[in-house]
């Protein structure tokens, strides 16, 4: 579960088929200028740092929070 904290803000990508995520993809914006991409895929949550220049198309959501398993 990702939460909105201090300094960190909370995305959804329009384009997150770019980089072969499916829906529900987080991103978490840091005050380091970096963008962490969190996804559930086969049970398992991986996280992936991006640099923010490699990020377009990006569209303010709802932060999605799924308990689901």
């Known amino acids: ?3 909105q904290s201090r300094g ?3 995305h959804t990508m329009k384009a997150a088929d770019a980089y072969g ?3 529900h993809t987080i991103i978490a914006k840091t005050s380091r200028n970096c963008v962490i991409i969190a996804t559930e895929i086969s049970d398992s949550t991986h996280l992936v740092l991006f640099k923010l220049g490699q990020l377009t198309s990006e569209v303010n ?3 999605h929070t799924s308990n689901d398993k």
């Open 21 to 23: 995520y499916k829906s």
């Open 1 to 3: 579960m990702l939460t």
């Open 61 to 63: 959501a709802k932060m």
């Open 8 to 10: 960190i803000h909370i």
